[in-house]
């Protein structure tokens, strides 16, 4: 059974510093990795998906890795800001139901808080 | 982009009830859709996942007699709660995907808090 772990699950940082979240998988046989930001009593929005063939992704101030080998993630966020406060949550693609659809399993999260 | 929206956003109701939830897609037709339940400081789980016209497919341990859900239309899945309890109090997130089983794509909704008295 597949099972995600992030760390830490809570962090406080002050706005301008460069910060990493991390994410662990037990079975690295994923199809790909996401990562989401969830705001408090909201969805969820999609940051980067990385698919397993894939080392990392970079989008803006973000950059997430993949080692699949190892079962890790990491999430980078430069610069941060008092807007990035948020819950990240990472998310793997394992197996396959009926039908052919693959579902996500998703971490705890990390609440992430950028201090002005 | 792909918007998907929920009704009600918040609701509370007395023990015994039953509560309907609606997940809607906006601007695209939602092969599959997905419910998601996220307790307090807990990952979200996956409850169910259902294809338009066809019967959902429930997670191990999610009770399909109690987590009621139709998928009756393209743009359109309810998840109805009956005879809802305390326990059944949680953030209930839906998302839809465009293609079929593709989870890549989902869209996620902006939940509905449940709070059972």
């Known amino acids: 059974k597949q099972e995600v772990t992030q760390i830490p699950a809570a962090l406080s940082v002050p706005e301008g510093e460069n910060l990493v979240l991390n994410c662990s998988f037990t079975d690295s046989a994923i199809y790909n990795l996401q990562w989401f930001r969830q705001d408090p009593g909201k969805g969820l929005t999609s940051l980067l998906l990385?698919?397993?063939?894939?080392r990392e992704q970079t989008s803006g101030r973000l950059n997430a890795s993949l080692d699949k080998s190892s079962g890790r993630s990491t999430l980078y966020i430069a610069a941060s800001q008092p807007g990035d406060s948020a819950t990240y949550l990472c998310a793997v693609r394992a197996g396959r139901l009926q039908g052919g659809s693959e579902k996500l399993v998703f971490g705890k999260g990390t609440k992430l808080t950028v201090n002005p | 982009g792909a918007v998907v929206s929920q009704h009600p956003s918040w609701v509370i109701c007395k023990s015994g009830t039953s509560v309907k939830i609606e997940c809607r897609s906006l601007d695209f037709q939602a092969t599959t859709m997905f419910w998601y339940r996220q307790f307090p400081k807990q990952s979200l789980m996956l409850m169910a996942t259902s294809n338009e016209g066809s019967k959902a497919t429930y997670e191990q341990g999610v009770e399909k007699d109690k987590f009621l859900i139709n998928h009756a239309s393209l743009t359109l899945s309810t998840l109805t709660v009956t005879s809802a309890h305390p326990e059944d109090s949680s953030f209930y997130i839906c998302?839809?995907?465009?293609?079929?089983?593709?989870?890549?794509?989902?869209?996620f909704g902006p939940g509905t808090r449940l709070t059972v008295l």
């Open positions: 990385i698919q397993s063939s894939q």
């Open positions: 998302s839809a995907s465009p293609l079929a089983g593709v989870t890549d794509t989902q869209y």
